[in-house]
């Protein structure tokens, strides 16, 4: 695991899309290889997390407020 410096932190968090490649060279981040940045909790913000597997964000669907089934 790397941990971006204070300032790197502070571009990625402003736009992390356009920092990819950034991270991927000041981590050594293979092209292959997809990572994470923690921004939270504070004392771990910055963190580089690199994985093999992309894990899909899965979501919840909303139920009916008041409890009725469909």
Sequence with gaps: ???????????YATDPLATDE???????????RYFTVAKWP???????RVTADLHPVRR???GN?????P
């Design 65 to 69: 407020r008041r409890g009725n089934r």
């Design 42 to 48: 504070e004392e771990r913000a910055g963190e580089v």
């Design 1 to 11: 695991m790397n941990k971006l410096t204070a300032e790197q932190f502070k571009e």
């Design 60 to 62: 919840k669907p909303k």
């Design 22 to 32: 950034k991270v991927r060279k000041w981590c050594s981040v293979p092209e292959d």
